[in-house]
């Protein structure tokens, strides 16, 4: 508890540091003026802040989603290249991994691919 507050304080000095560092006329100016400066910088770096998790989690989506694409041609292609016993088998897991996406590129990955793949 005392660390967190003692944290707290640190930023709260840095904070109004970088202020009059930035604004020099701050530190002339009257308490009110001061305060909302102080205010102005604070919720300026929560934004900042903010807004930067905001597009990190926006690029992590992105990114989940063009592994997923991947994943998907890569099970499809896979399928079309693999000779199954039956024809029928092949048409059906054709069919699972294109019309699934990648759900069906999982399934079928530790379905029939890894289960080849460990046997051979």
């Known amino acids: 508890m005392t660390t967190h507050i003692t944290n707290y304080v640190k930023f709260l000095s840095l904070a109004m540091l970088a202020t ?3 604004c020099p006329q701050l530190a002339q100016a009257n308490s009110g003026e001061v305060a909302a400066g102080i205010v102005a910088l604070i ?3 929560f934004f900042t802040g903010f807004f930067s998790l905001y597009f990190l989690f926006i690029a992590l989506i992105i990114g989940i989603n063009i592994g997923g694409i991947i994943i998907w041609v890569l099970m499809l292609i896979d399928c079309v290249k693999r000779d ?3 024809k029928d088998d092949k048409t059906v897991w054709i069919l699972v991994v294109a019309l699934t996406s ?4 999982l399934i079928y990955y530790f379905i ?3 289960k080849e793949d460990q046997g051979s």
């Open 20 to 22: 009059f560092c930035l």
């Open 43 to 45: 919720m300026g770096l």
């Open 84 to 86: 199954f016993p039956n």
């Open 102 to 105: 990648w759900i069906g590129a």
């Open 112 to 114: 029939v691919k890894r």
